[in-house]
């Protein structure tokens, strides 16, 4: 045992951890030669490794520490709750202090009248809970052919059989079975990757579009509701053109479909707003929340609801549930969080000051010669990487291959950044620092340089 760090020397960590840790999204028997790079320790917007080396985490660990790492509120809160009732269910005609004032608090900060919260551990459980939802919901509405759940290529909706079958990942559809029945799916408003000569705004009015050719085909009356993320996070940080939000609401309105924000990265001030259905300009019926909610220190998520579908369906016994929904622990640690976004002003920080200055220095790379577009909405921002701008033109390399090796670049000069294809993207935590967005910027840079001279000289420009 190392004393100095407490743990196992990094190698023998790396061992174990390759003979019986099973990683998600992994080629495990490559990774376990490789070995896993083992994370010890956080604070801010920075981890150390098991060797003292120190990244600047540039995804606020998967999408969600949004108040930073090592809150010492949120351990607290843990530790009172634990001690005063670790757990209870909410099943059985009882409830709990934390389970019931969370939701009141997140009915308080949702936009319009979505007052009511069924609770899970993730957003993949939350998803596969609005899928029984609105399908129960028309049956009670006397309805019951509108089961049809509509969703986008290149969404990203989870990971259980439901979720990533709203998700429109051909990956993951090619392994399990997958999708489900009554899922189908439209093309996503991609407007670099998929626009070709037609106008952004033009192509988002035609992508949007292509729901209501989805609902004329399937008929209104066999169409439950459509799923979305206000921007894609995933799949790439896609941020529609201007247009295709405000048809695509007036399509669901025209039409009687509910309309679902997966919230689950957009939610909590990653947009500078509570909600990323705000900064998009719509009212769904239900939005899906999670990592944010808790900053990621502890597992929850949950299904906000409108007041007409929580009435309808609180109309009859909803054979649906998980053993920690509304888990105490994990919500006391949520309420915590959710004062310091709010009382620290975090979310409105996000909005005025570090967004507009994230959007500013982001753009400045558009001048490197692999840069096709950079482009931001609040904290989260993308780029795409081209062997030629003016066409917007894939490289011919399998995709993805130039975004291994920048995402690899960035690792060696300590930024977590990671590829989609072959996009970066960064959703830092919502604390971060002006000098500290430099900082991602010139270390993005620097692997941008780094993978430009690599891609030259392996002939994959
Ligand atoms: N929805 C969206 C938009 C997501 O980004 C994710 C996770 N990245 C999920 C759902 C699934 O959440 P979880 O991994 O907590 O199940």
């Given at each position: 045992?190392?004393?100095m760090?407490?743990?196992?020397?990094?190698?023998?960590?790396?061992a174990i951890?390759?003979?019986?840790?099973?990683?998600?999204?992994?080629?495990?028997?490559?990774?376990g030669?490789k070995?896993?790079?083992?994370?010890?320790?956080?604070?801010?917007?920075r981890?150390?490794?098991?060797?003292g080396i120190?990244?600047l985490d540039?995804?606020?660990?998967?999408?969600?520490v949004?108040?930073g790492?090592?809150?010492?509120e949120?351990?607290d809160a843990?530790?009172?709750?634990m001690?005063?009732?670790?757990?209870?269910?909410?099943?059985?005609?009882t409830t709990?202090?934390?389970?019931l004032?969370l939701?009141?608090?997140?009915?308080?900060l949702?936009p319009g009248?979505?007052?009511?919260?069924?609770?899970?551990?993730?957003?993949?459980?939350?998803?596969d809970t609005?899928?029984?939802m609105?399908?129960h919901y028309?049956?009670l509405?006397?309805?019951?052919?509108?089961?049809?759940i509509?969703s986008?290529?290149n969404?990203?909706?989870?990971?259980?059989?439901?979720?990533?079958s709203?998700?429109?990942?051909?990956?993951?559809?090619?392994q399990?079975?997958?999708?489900?029945?009554?899922?189908?799916?439209?093309?996503?408003?991609?407007?670099?990757g998929?626009?070709?000569?037609?106008?952004?705004?033009?192509f988002?009015?035609?992508?949007?579009?292509?729901?209501?050719?989805?609902?004329?085909?399937?008929?209104e009356?066999?169409?439950?509701?459509?799923?979305?993320e206000?921007?894609q996070?995933a799949g790439?940080?896609?941020?529609p053109?201007?247009?295709?939000?405000?048809?695509?609401k007036?399509?669901?309105?025209?039409?009687?479909i509910?309309?679902?924000?997966?919230?689950?990265?957009c939610g909590?001030?990653?947009?500078g707003?509570?909600?990323?259905s705000?900064?998009v300009?719509?009212?769904?019926?239900?939005?899906?929340i999670a990592?944010?909610l808790?900053?990621?220190?502890?597992?929850?998520?949950?299904?906000?609801?409108?007041?007409?579908?929580a009435?309808?369906?609180?109309?009859?016994?909803?054979n649906?549930?998980?053993?920690?929904s509304?888990?105490?622990?994990?919500?006391?640690?949520?309420?915590?969080?959710?004062r310091?976004?709010d009382?620290e002003?975090i979310?409105?920080?996000v909005?005025?000051?570090?967004a507009?200055?994230?959007?500013?220095?982001?753009k400045s790379?558009?001048d490197?010669?692999?840069?096709?577009?950079?482009?931001?909405?609040?904290?989260?921002?993308?780029l795409?990487?081209?062997?030629d701008?003016?066409?917007?033109?894939?490289?011919?390399?399998?995709?993805?291959?130039?975004?291994?090796?920048?995402?690899e670049?960035?690792f060696?000069?300590?930024?977590v950044?990671?590829?989609?294809?072959d996009?970066?993207?960064?959703?830092?935590?919502l604390?971060?620092?002006p000098?500290?967005?430099?900082?991602?910027?010139?270390?993005a840079?620097?692997a941008l340089?780094?993978?430009?001279?690599?891609?030259?000289?392996?002939g994959l420009?």
């Amino acid at each position: 045992m190392n004393q100095m760090t407490n743990h196992l020397p990094t190698a023998e960590l790396q061992a174990i951890d390759a003979a019986h840790h099973m990683h998600p999204f992994t080629a495990n028997t490559a990774l376990g030669r490789k070995g896993a790079r083992v994370i010890t320790r956080a604070e801010g917007v920075r981890l150390t490794d098991s060797d003292g080396i120190e990244l600047l985490d540039a995804m606020a660990g998967l999408w969600c520490v949004n108040i930073g790492y090592g809150r010492k509120e949120l351990a607290d809160a843990a530790a009172r709750q634990m001690m005063e009732l670790p757990f209870y269910n909410t099943f059985f005609q009882t409830t709990t202090v934390p389970a019931l004032t969370l939701a009141k608090r997140i009915a308080d900060l949702a936009p319009g009248d979505l007052n009511h919260v069924f609770f899970a551990s993730s957003g993949s459980e939350a998803n596969d809970t609005n899928i029984r939802m609105v399908r129960h919901y028309w049956a009670l509405k006397g309805k019951p052919s509108k089961r049809t759940i509509i969703s986008r290529k290149n969404g990203y909706h989870g990971s259980s059989m439901g979720s990533a079958s709203l998700g429109g990942m051909a990956g993951m559809h090619a392994q399990g079975g997958l999708p489900i029945a009554d899922i189908v799916h439209i093309d996503q408003p991609y407007w670099y990757g998929e626009g070709g000569d037609t106008a952004p705004e033009e192509f988002g009015i035609a992508r949007a579009r292509q729901l209501e050719e989805m609902i004329a085909k399937l008929g209104e009356d066999n169409v439950a509701a459509f799923i979305a993320e206000p921007i894609q996070g995933a799949g790439g940080v896609i941020i529609p053109p201007a247009s295709y939000w405000p048809e695509i609401k007036r399509i669901c309105d025209a039409h009687d479909i509910l309309l679902i924000a997966d919230e689950v990265i957009c939610g909590f001030g990653r947009t500078g707003e509570w909600f990323g259905s705000t900064s998009v300009g719509i009212h769904p019926h239900i939005m899906t929340i999670a990592k944010g909610l808790s900053s990621g220190y502890q597992p929850i998520g949950g299904s906000v609801v409108c007041d007409e579908i929580a009435q309808v369906i609180g109309s009859d016994e909803f054979n649906h549930g998980y053993t920690y929904s509304g888990h105490p622990v994990a919500a006391a640690v949520a309420l915590e969080n959710l004062r310091i976004l709010d009382e620290e002003g975090i979310v409105t920080r996000v909005k005025d000051t570090t967004a507009p200055y994230l959007a500013k220095i982001w753009k400045s790379l558009e001048d490197h010669p692999l840069v096709g577009e950079a482009v931001s909405h609040g904290l989260m921002a993308s780029l795409a990487m081209t062997p030629d701008k003016a066409a917007r033109a894939p490289f011919a390399a399998e995709k993805g291959t130039v975004g291994y090796i920048c995402r690899e670049r960035c690792f060696a000069n300590n930024l977590v950044m990671r590829h989609v294809g072959d996009r970066m993207i960064i959703s830092p935590p919502l604390v971060i620092t002006p000098a500290d967005l430099d900082l991602v910027v010139a270390r993005a840079r620097k692997a941008l340089d780094e993978t430009y001279k690599i891609a030259q000289d392996e002939g994959l420009l």
